[in-house]
Every structure is written in C-alpha cells, then in structure tokens.
C-alpha cells in the first residue's frame, strides 16, 4: 500500500512522510494545510486457498496464503463537507454499498469526527474477480484517513476495524506475504524475498463469491493445498516446491458452474507448457507465474473476447 502525492497544479507544495514504511506524499495549500493525497491500493493472490470447516454463522474456516501484487487502484482523498465517490469504471457503486464509502462512516462512527471527504477511485483492478479489489480500496481509505485525520492508529487497529468491513480488508492492510486463518482475519506474515513475474487474466464473467462458498460440499474435498509446504518453500525461494504444494479448492466448484475458467486455465498450461497456472480466490481470475515471455503476446491473442489481462509481479 503506497500513499503518494498527485498535484492539480504548480501552485501546490509538497511534504513527504515516511509513516510506517508507507511513503507518504501530501497535497499541501499555499498556507502548508494538508490538501489531499493518493493511495495506491495493490490486488492480491491466493497462493493457496484450502476450506476446513464450514462454519454456524454461514462463514468458512480457511486456510490461505495471499500475496499482494503491484497490479492497484489509484485512490485520491481530499477534505469535503459530504462523502463523495467517483469512479473511472462505471459498473462500480459510487454510494454505500461500496465498501470505500463504508470505510469513511466507520472511521466516522469510531472517532466522532462528521467531516466529509471527497474519494476518486482509479480503477485497475477488475471487479468481482477473486483479486480483493474492493477489500484493497477500503483498506487505502482507512490508511489515508487515518494520515488526513491525524488519528494515530496503528496498524493494528486499522486491521481491526477494517475486518468490519471485509474479511480481505486485514490483509490489504498488512500487504506482502501471509498465511491467513479464520475467516480470513487471522494474520501469519510469512518472511520471504521471493520476487515472481506473473501473467494476470480475468475473463470477462461474473463470479458470486457468496455463490461458490454456498456451493462447496466441504467434507467432501479431496485434494488440499498443502500450506505448510507451500510457506516452507516461500521462505526457501522454491518455485517449483511452491507450485507442487500449492491449490485452490474453490476451483472445482467454479469449474463446474463456469466450464469456461477452467477451458482458460487449460489453454494458459498447455500454451506456456507450464503447471505454474491457478486460480485466485473464487475467481474467475487465473494467474501464471513466471510465463515465457516470448509467448505472452500470441497467447493473448487466443484469449476470449473481453478478458483483462496484465504483467504484474509480487509486493
């Protein structure tokens, strides 16, 4: 998560900040007051996604490794008397059930303060795509306001509050390389230098997260990632360890309802000759690590129409 500063004009100065190791670039006016700021807000993987229990409340037991990417939305935040929310991708909410907007009522109800803001979201992340683009937004609003407000929380408040809004949010938050537990909340950060290329694509269909938990027969799972190894080899620099004792248990269930995200990961393996190729979260999202670069262009051109597809690399 990287707060940086994006100016309207040459009349406006600038002041840097280092505040826990997120360099911070404030807008500042002609009397040095705080004017506004820009978030970068990172996408995230699943490096292994495994389901343990089923829970009372309606929620999983989880077991996942998640890895922030350099793929992000540009948020930029500046005082106004409302709440206010712009968006370059039209199918977003721009009202309360964005979780941004949530995320400014929140820090609202929680520190009194009624002062309003003015949010504008520079879409990169697709939407509804197993990437957490709408967890990773809520997340920046909350780091930012947090610097704008002059707060002071720490990370771990912000991570506590962010959980009310999205299991993700935490995450988001932390960044780089966990192992996350619970539902999602339970945060391992998992030391590793690791640094991979991978290609990114999102067919261009809508995934029900809510739909594919709901689908998924959990006693019924066979084949589970193996997240212990996963984190050894992490922690070694282990490519190829890594991907042995990797997996995504959601991907059998989003295979049958959606017979064309897995006809996409077959082709990424059998045109990249590779078995580095999974799907992240509930999808539709597929990932390749460390593709052959000399194939990338034409395998796009075997893609299906309408599908989002970026070079990004590990946070």
Same mark, same amino acid.
């Given at each position: 998560?990287?707060? /940086?500063?994006?100016?309207?004009?040459?009349?406006?100065?600038?002041?840097?900040?280092?505040?826990?190791?997120?360099?911070?670039?404030?807008?500042?006016?002609?009397?040095?007051?705080?004017?506004?700021l820009?978030?970068?807000?990172?996408?995230?993987?699943n490096?292994?996604?495994?389901?343990?229990?089923?829970?009372?409340n309606?929620?999983?037991?989880?077991?996942?490794i998640?890895?922030?990417?350099?793929?992000?939305?540009?948020?930029?935040?500046?005082?106004?008397?409302?709440?206010?929310?712009?968006?370059?991708?039209?199918?977003i909410?721009?009202?309360?059930?964005?979780l941004?907007?949530?995320?400014?009522?929140?820090?609202?109800?929680?520190?009194?303060?009624?002062?309003?803001?003015?949010?504008?979201?520079?879409?990169?992340?697709?939407?509804?795509?197993?990437?957490?683009?709408?967890?990773?937004?809520?997340?920046?609003?909350?780091?930012?306001?947090?610097?704008?407000?002059?707060?002071?929380f720490?990370?771990?408040?912000?991570?506590?509050?962010?959980?009310?809004?999205?299991?993700?949010?935490? /995450?988001?938050?932390?960044?780089?390389?966990?192992?996350?537990?619970?539902?999602?909340?339970?945060?391992?950060?998992?030391?590793?230098?690791?640094?991979?290329?991978?290609?990114?694509?999102?067919?261009?269909?809508?995934?029900?997260?809510?739909?594919?938990?709901?689908?998924?027969?959990?006693?019924?799972?066979?084949?589970?990632?193996?997240?212990?190894?996963?984190?050894?080899?992490?922690?070694?620099n282990?490519?190829?360890?890594?991907?042995?004792?990797?997996?995504?248990?959601?991907?059998?269930?989003?295979f049958?309802?959606?017979?064309?995200?897995?006809?996409?990961k077959?082709?990424?393996?059998?045109? /990249?000759?590779?078995?580095?190729?999974?799907?992240?979260?509930?999808?539709?999202?597929? /990932?390749?690590l460390?593709?052959?670069?000399?194939?990338?262009?034409?395998?796009?051109?075997?893609?299906?129409?309408?599908?989002?597809?970026?070079?990004?690399?590990?946070?």
């Open positions: 998560m990287q707060l /940086f500063f994006c100016s309207r004009d040459e009349s406006i100065f600038v002041r840097q900040d280092l505040v826990k190791n997120w360099p911070i670039y404030y807008a500042l006016d002609q009397n040095w007051m705080e004017y506004m820009t978030i970068e807000a990172n996408a995230k993987i490096l292994a996604l495994d389901v343990v229990a089923d829970l009372t309606g929620y999983h037991e989880v077991d996942m998640m890895q922030a990417i350099s793929l992000a939305d540009r948020i930029t935040i500046e005082p106004n008397q409302n709440i206010e929310l712009t968006c370059t991708n039209p199918i909410p721009t009202d309360q059930r964005n941004a907007w949530r995320a400014v009522e929140l820090l609202q109800k929680e520190t009194g303060i009624t002062d309003g803001v003015k949010i504008h979201i520079e879409k990169w992340i697709p939407a509804a795509a197993g990437l957490a683009g709408g967890s990773t937004d809520a997340a920046a609003v909350l780091i930012g306001l947090n610097q704008l407000w002059n707060l002071g720490d990370n771990e408040r912000l991570m506590q509050l962010g959980l009310k809004l999205g299991a993700d949010v935490p /995450f988001c938050i932390m960044g780089k390389t966990a192992r996350a537990q619970g539902i999602g909340e339970v945060l391992t950060r998992i030391d590793t230098t690791m640094n991979c290329n991978l290609l990114l694509i999102t067919p261009n269909i809508e995934v029900s997260t809510a739909l594919i938990y709901q689908s998924l027969n959990t006693p019924e799972i066979k084949n589970h990632p193996q997240i212990d190894q996963a984190i050894a080899a992490l922690k070694a282990d490519l190829e360890c890594l991907t042995k004792n990797w997996g995504n248990v959601l991907e059998e269930v989003v049958n309802k959606f017979p064309s995200v897995a006809a996409l077959q082709l990424l393996i059998n045109e /990249f000759n590779t078995d580095r190729v999974l799907m992240s979260g509930s999808g539709p999202s597929i /990932f390749v460390e593709p052959d670069l000399n194939k990338v262009e034409s395998v796009k051109k075997l893609l299906p129409a309408g599908c989002f597809c970026a070079m990004t690399q590990f946070l």
